[in-house]
């Protein structure tokens, strides 16, 4: 898939990131197993959750090196949600895109509050301008 149809698939989503009654993620408490052994809480995400964060990863979009970008452009102390709102550089929205879909596998739950937070639809409503402004 190349960019262009990645990006579109990916802005198809912003309907559901706009609806306030979808939970996006829901916590599975931990248990206790018969051995005595006890797992820790994980998110358990919304089906079509899943799905965008699979399409991101196929779209061909995601930046390898969106650490770095972050750092050089925006620095490690800016908060990044002000940084999305207020930029029109596609590559920072991309690597910022980038880092939340990235940080699960360290910060456990961060897809859900990206969704709650709307951070997702925010990124896709401002690649979705800037696209328009290409076209």
């Known amino acids: 898939m190349d960019e262009q149809q990645g990006l579109i698939k990916l802005l198809g989503f912003i309907s559901y990131f706009e609806d306030d ?18 797992y820790m809480p994980y998110p358990v995400y919304d089906d079509r959750l899943q799905e965008f964060i699979r399409a991101v990863d196929k779209s061909g ?10 750092n050089d452009k925006i620095g490690p102390e800016k908060d990044i949600l002000k940084v999305i709102d207020e930029t029109n550089d596609r590559d920072i929205l991309l690597a910022a895109l980038t880092y939340f879909v990235r940080q699960e596998r ?3 739950g961060i897809w859900g509050m990206a969704a ?5 639809l925010r990124i ?11 076209d």
């Open 124 to 134: 896709l409503l401002k690649l979705r301008s800037l696209n328009a402004s290409c």
């Open 116 to 120: 709650k937070d709307k951070v997702f």
């Open 61 to 70: 979009l995601m930046n390898s090196n969106y650490l770095a970008l972050l």
């Open 106 to 108: 360290f910060q456990e």
């Open 21 to 38: 009654d979808i939970e996006y993620c829901r916590w599975q408490t931990g248990e206790k197993l018969e051995n005595g052994m006890s």
